[in-house]
């Protein structure tokens, strides 16, 4: 296990969570440890709490239907970047999200997936929308 993953999991721990599963991505050329949230209440859970994420962890959320699931950022103090995913697995819509907002963040159009990663780090990378994102759970 990367160091990143075991302070994202230590971190998980610490806030009071149970350790989610995890699933390694590839986003464009670049890797991301992501802990999956699948059901309805992870859904609802997402990152609350948490005051760390390292460079290359997130989560990634997982819809049974593609439609437009919407975020917003109460109870979650770190700065995120959330990349709405399609059905096809391409990046539809990139968003950064303010701390503590209650602001809806919604796709432009139907996705199956959403990944929050810490704030900045897809423009780091050179990531935009159309980027094609690999070991997504069908």
Known sequence: MRCSALLALAALLAAGGAVAETLPL???L????????ATPAARARGLMGRTHL???AGMLF???APGRHCFWMRDTPLPLTIAFI???GR???IADMTPRSEAMHCPPSAIRYALEVRQGELQRRGIRP??????LPR
């Open 130 to 135: 159309g980027t094609a994102v690999g070991g």
């Open 26 to 28: 590839r986003v464009g």
């Open 86 to 88: 399609d059905a096809a």
């Open 54 to 56: 390292a460079a290359d």
């Open 30 to 37: 670049h890797a991301f440890q992501t802990e999956v949230a």
């Open 62 to 64: 997982v819809f049974e």
């Open 91 to 93: 990046i539809a819509a």
